[in-house]
């Protein structure tokens, strides 16, 4: 087993730090999920916080680590009336995002169940981290199916494995800490809500710090035992305070005042549901009881505020997650004001300003003497340079990365970007036939999960048994078999696994004429609203998105395909308008992303929406040189849609001309509504029939 890298020895990343300790402290805090981009140690600092976790006790010999001092009477391997104890380090289980059903919850052999009437079950990965750490690296990625079965056992803190009338269920509480690029898209918002905590994490871009960053890691690549070695102590301590504050949580006092602040808080920031405020008071007393405090002061309750409010308050994928500290600081003077004035409430000293002996806020406190109970900087310990303190990151927020300014024009003939209108309930589009690709919520395909359409032989290993079928094939086999009594007989061969059909995620391919015919204010910002209802559409069904755009002499790829349809919004918010009309150039590109995204993920079938009003200019036989483009994605057989922007009393129709060469269907922006008159839910194979086209 590999030495992890010592979790002391991390520079910067106070808030992470923080935030992962504060839930070894109080695992009810809920959890932790780490937002940032990549190589930010947001695996190493997860991986770290396993040794400074206590010793958990468990029954002698039971898979399912149950509590000596409250065994779960229902767990598999019991009873454990006589069972011994023992003690063993705390887990981190890591997730694979592409791992099965059965590692996660289990695997029941339905072999000997039917023909031996035993419940032979192993265990998975939720048994192995009960009462430790589940951690779930690009969680955001991690299959709808996988999420679901996450979501029940952090609800009920159990796992249930169903099979056919067999049932096996066992304990499964554990903290749970996932980590993700926001670039390769976002969580789903039941999932998102169930981490207690959120940090947001960015390199430092401090030369001394990223040049410590940089020296410790080579120390620990070139000899791990050595490096850990070297910080065993500043681990020793930390871990002798995680205990102290474990200790110390159940004498904490949260006072109504705090109550009131934490509830204040909340309802200023419009947070749903009351999880949010269980778990802001979970995290300010774990905050007091790592300041070594038996009281809850108010720079804990905004402490906790920052650590728990920013992902609750997103309303769409398309809001930055955050939170406006002046508002915080408002709600929080608002909730004191209403209270009535009773003295002063902290016999230590401390108030609002954080001038109490502990600094106030739960943050590890600055302290030099040799009894303060501080978290090891990033600049102590035996590598640490000779430069005084600094914190963990620059006060001063990271700059990041975005997209063009929504201002003046480029180029010549360009128009400054206009805003996108209110987005709405579009009607589902989907791609004609059954397909294999990635879960999701807009294609029909053969996926593990989903309503049952027949049984086949299995493949491997049994996995979801067609019960029915594996009785007609055992029915005719029994006096042969010499079948004497009431039960079945029943051999492998005669086992069939169930097809079942369920929903798939698609590529959805935006192709948006940004030309000078699409240039006016109005009509640019009712198109960008379609596109960017389509987006969150996208989001909804699980979908991968890309951007193509043109305008001007050429296209451009303005957003590789991704997950990430906050990206993809971003891009358009700032599309500038204006010049002439290349719809082959747009066109050819597009084909030219399929044609490359097919070698990367070849069963994810595309759906290609033309936003566009069919105008092609610019160069030799525009139009002609378009219709040739467009007749390549009927050749394929890629699904498309054409999005008619065209306006006024004169139609030209050119867009239904289109549609008809890219073998697709044409919708206007009015019928893109699912509630207009015309927006009946249709798939693309039933909008595609001859009537239609000819019409």
Known sequence: MSTPYPFTALVGQDDLRLALLLNAVSPAVGGVLVRGEKGTAKSTAVRALSALLPEVPVVAGCRFSCDPAAADPNCPDGPHESAGATARPARMVELPVGASEDRLVGALDIERALAEGVKAFEPGLLADAHRGILYVDEVNLLHDHLVDLLLDAAAMGASYVEREGVSVRHAARFLLVGTMNPEEGELRPQLLDRFGLTVEVAASRETDQRVEVVRRRLAYDDDPEGFAGRWSEDESALRDRVVAARALLPRVVLGDGALRQIAATCAAFEVDGMRADIVMARTATALAAWAGRTDVLSEDVRQAALLALPHRRRRNPFDAPGLDE???????????????????????????????????GGQPPAGDGPDSPELPSQNQGPDAPESPDAPGADDSPAPQESAPTAGAPSGPGEQQAVRAAEPFRTKMLSVPGIGEGAAGRRSRARTEHGRTTGSRRPRGALTKLHLAA????????QKARGRSGAGLVVRRDDLRQATREGREGNLVLFVVDASGSMAARQRMSAVKGAVLSLLLDAYQRRDKVGLVTFRGADAEVALPPTSSVDAAAARLESLPTGGRTPLSAGLLKAHDVLRVERLRDAARRPLVVVVTDGRATGGVEPVARAGRAARLFAADGVASVVVDCESGYVRLGLAGQLAGELGGTVVTLDELRADSIAGLVKDVQGMNSPSRRAA
């Open 326 to 360: 002046d508002k915080l600081d408002e709600a929080l003077e608002d909730a004191r004001e209403d209270e009535e004035p009773e003295g002063d409430d902290d016999p230590d000293g401390g108030g609002p300003d954080g001038d109490g002996p502990d600094g106030g």
């Open 470 to 477: 594996t009785v007609q094939a055992a029915a005719p086999h």
